[in-house]
């Protein structure tokens, strides 16, 4: 048995109900063997990261983060010489590579979104199918939760975020009735995420005067509110420059994103570093000599019907991938 599998072995099943998306596809776009080093920058429950592993020789090199204390508590246990966790976000990727030693990597891996544990866990306060307190910190021994914010927010607060990180078209009447209840109940409001998840769903059926509805009527407002306690899309923004700088030429960067906010971002940053707005030649439309150009756009890859049918969270992910020039 190689080395390689030895240590694969020796780390712990993951669990079962944790499928990694997209996970032949990443492992092509990403292309890692030999002694490369790489960085997970989500590790989850570590599906990614464990393919990875079978993937790279004795002599390579995993560094994975994560900002949930759950997930650094599962990675802590994997005993693979070729592997280190952090407990960090994706802003503070550059400190990472710093306290290992790292300066230039190989390949660079986003799953962005909630994990399948978190979701799974009514304590967290992820999922308005199961009624748990009304937290939704990936990290909860840091910042503020839900609830705390919507006790404080101001109506057009909580509207603007409602239709900015949820793309709510009932975000108005959904805030005048948060802030109706916080004002009946006080601090005894939004203890928990059934009780956010009834409201939000009394407002949009109301409002959709019996038609069927495609999800759940609070979905986007836990979308919404997680981005934003987590800080989701200023972390990503952080995270890919930091990526960029610290890919080596040739070095990959894939990134799996699960709603158009996210993808966005995503699809904009590779455009501008590859090049979209800089300056061209006027007769061959190539890119001026001196224009810096850090990434060349290896495309973006959905899921076929396999994919969903293996994991059904696949539905709605979109991975997209680059190349350091």
């Not at 009447?173 to 998840?197: M, S, Y």
């Not at 709603?259 to 995503?266: A, Y």
């Not at 293996?310 to 539905?315: D, G, Y």
Request: net charge neutral; aromatic share 4%.
């Amino acid at each position: 048995m190689t080395r390689e599998g030895r240590d694969a072995r020796n780390q712990p099943p993951r669990d079962d109900e944790h499928k990694p998306v997209l996970l032949e596809p990443t492992l092509s776009v990403l292309a890692v063997g030999g002694s490369d080093v790489c960085v997970d920058a989500t590790f989850g429950r570590g599906g990614h990261s464990a393919a990875l592993l079978s993937r790279l020789g004795p002599n390579g090199r995993l560094l994975a983060l994560d900002r949930d204390p759950d997930a650094v508590a599962v990675a802590s246990t994997w005993q693979d010489p070729r592997f280190a966790i952090e407990h960090a976000r994706f802003s503070q990727l550059a400190e990472a590579l710093a306290r290992h030693g790292i300066d230039a990597v190989d390949a660079i891996l986003f799953d962005l979104g909630v994990s399948s544990p978190q979701l799974d866990n009514p304590e967290r306060g992820f999922s308005f199918r199961d009624d748990g307190p009304l937290d939704m910190r990936m990290d909860p021994s840091s910042g503020f939760s839900a609830r705390e914010w919507l006790l404080q927010a101001s109506e057009t607060n909580i509207a603007e975020v409602l239709k900015n990180y949820g793309e709510e078209r009932f975000a108005v009447p959904i805030a005048k009735a948060l802030v109706a209840r916080r004002r009946d109940l006080g601090e005894h409001a939004f203890k928990t995420t059934g009780e956010l998840a009834r409201i939000v769903a009394g407002v949009v059926r109301s409002r959709q005067k019996g038609a069927a509805l495609a999800k759940d009527p609070a979905t986007r407002s836990f979308q919404a509110l997680r981005i934003l306690v987590n800080q989701e899309l200023e972390e990503l923004a952080l995270g890919l420059e930091v990526a960029v700088r610290h890919l080596r030429p040739g070095g990959r960067l894939a990134v799996i994103s699960f709603h158009s906010l996210e993808d966005r971002i995503v699809k904009q940053f590779i455009a501008q570093e590859s090049g979209r707005n800089a300056p061209r030649d006027p007769i061959r439309g190539t890119v001026l000599p001196g224009t810096l150009v850090r990434l060349r756009s290896l495309g973006r890859i959905l899921p076929d019907e396999a994919d969903v049918a293996a994991n059904p969270r696949a539905r709605s992910a979109v991975l997209r991938a680059a190349v350091r020039v």
